[in-house]
């Protein structure tokens, strides 16, 4: 075969479904998504260790996640372009193994002080994986292969973040948070290697001297549609609601009556497992009813959950939860495939902002949310939350009501 020829053909390989390149791309970014939300959520089970060991409030304890998710989601845009220029896999692969290192010395922050310097860092670096990892699968996977491995992928978000969680509980009640952090950022090193061994190189991407004026130009123009406002504004106030209910469900189960160890708090993430379900099922529900009805189902789910919390039964407390974050996830895919249809110019600035909202919306929520557990404990929680909700149902009543009766393809 002439160099030519071999060059065309390179050109043309996709990775398809089978092959042994595309299942060590699939694996690799598993062991990516994974790493990436281990690391990212593993302080969250550790609200009420760090305020008696560290002798802060709830607030401020829950500000070790919210400084990394709020600079992770202002990174996100920045990090998409700077892949347009150098590449995707070298720079997910810098990410990894630099959000890796942050997590070890995590382990090490001498104070609190430190230890949000070292996780804002950590979000900026985190966001070189999920900004580029869904572009990096849309142009190598052949199309027809292309759902296993997103899917694949995603599932490795969900895993990871509960691994985090879990893993992170259990060793803190066997030795400490710091020997727990320190074990997961091994382990996570370990995944980054992996990533950047095994996952085949980028044969169809093409460096982009998009200039910056242009990008801004592309993120200006969403907000031109008042539909993908409502749906970035959605996607904020739901994951705001939905990360303190789980910011402040530790403190709450820690507590007299219930007295529950950091294992069994780690271990109720599990809960996330039907989030990954109802993902797949209001997928297939919106595709039969419509998007509207379907993001109003889970408006009133989650309300309905979150009001179930206030029983002092523990039973009824998990069953709230489920069905909060049944429904959320629900909405969340709902709103976010919406926003990926809607778009029509700039679709990748599109999904960075809801992005974006949605991550602004959990650091936010989820920090102020410790002001309303000071002032009246789950009831202030609840009571939060049923506000966002209600403020979630009127930018609903604005997306799926007032903007269709102006422009009926609204609803498509």
Request: aromatic share 12%.
């Amino acid at each position: 075969m002439s160099a030519s020829a071999r060059s065309s053909h390179q050109q043309d390989h996709y990775l398809s479904r089978g092959s042994a390149e595309y299942k060590r791309g699939s694996l690799a970014l598993f062991a990516a998504g994974l790493a990436t939300f281990a690391v990212l959520y593993c302080v969250q089970p550790l609200f009420p260790v760090f305020t008696k060991t560290m002798n802060l409030t709830p607030a401020a304890a829950s500000i070790t996640l919210s400084v990394s998710t709020i600079l992770l989601a202002i990174s996100l845009p920045i990090a998409g372009f700077i892949s347009d220029r150098v590449g995707r896999k070298s720079l997910m692969s810098i990410s990894l193994v630099i959000s890796s290192i942050c997590c070890l010395l995590t382990a090490l922050a001498p104070n609190y002080g430190s230890l949000l310097i070292i996780r804002a860092f950590q979000g900026i670096v985190l966001a070189g994986l999920p900004a580029i990892a869904m572009t990096y699968l849309s142009e190598e996977m052949e199309p027809k292969s292309l759902g296993f491995a997103m899917g694949l992928y995603i599932s490795g978000n969900t895993v990871g973040g509960l691994f985090g969680r879990i893993s992170v509980g259990t060793i803190t009640d066997l030795s400490s948070w710091r020997w727990a952090i320190g074990v997961l950022a091994m382990i996570s090193l370990i995944a980054s290697i992996y990533f950047w061994r095994h996952l085949p190189a980028s044969r169809h991407f093409t460096p982009k001297k998009m200039q910056p004026k242009e990008v801004l130009s592309l993120f200006a123009a969403q907000f031109h549609d008042k539909g993908l406002v409502c749906l970035f504004i959605l996607g904020g106030v739901l994951m705001g609601g939905f990360v303190t209910m789980y910011n402040y469900l530790g403190y709450r189960l820690s507590d007299a009556p219930y007295h529950l160890s950091q294992t069994v708090l780690g271990w109720i993430f599990i809960l996330y497992l039907v989030g990954t379900f109802s993902s797949t099922f209001m997928g297939k529900l919106s595709d039969r009813l419509g998007r509207s009805k379907v993001l109003w189902i889970n408006l009133a789910l989650m309300l309905f959950g979150i009001l179930v919390t206030l029983s002092s039964h523990l039973i009824l407390i998990l069953f709230g939860a489920a069905v909060v974050t049944f429904a959320f996830f629900g909405a969340h895919s709902t709103a976010s495939s919406w926003v990926g249809s809607r778009a029509k110019l700039g679709k990748a600035q599109a999904s960075s902002l809801y992005l974006l909202f949605y991550y602004v919306g959990s650091s936010l929520g989820g920090t102020v949310g410790g002001l309303f557990w000071s002032r009246a404990g789950w009831t202030g929680i609840v009571d939060m939350i049923s506000i966002l909700l209600l403020i979630a149902m009127f930018v609903s009543l604005e997306l799926t009501v007032v903007l269709p009766k102006k422009a009926p393809h609204l609803l498509k």
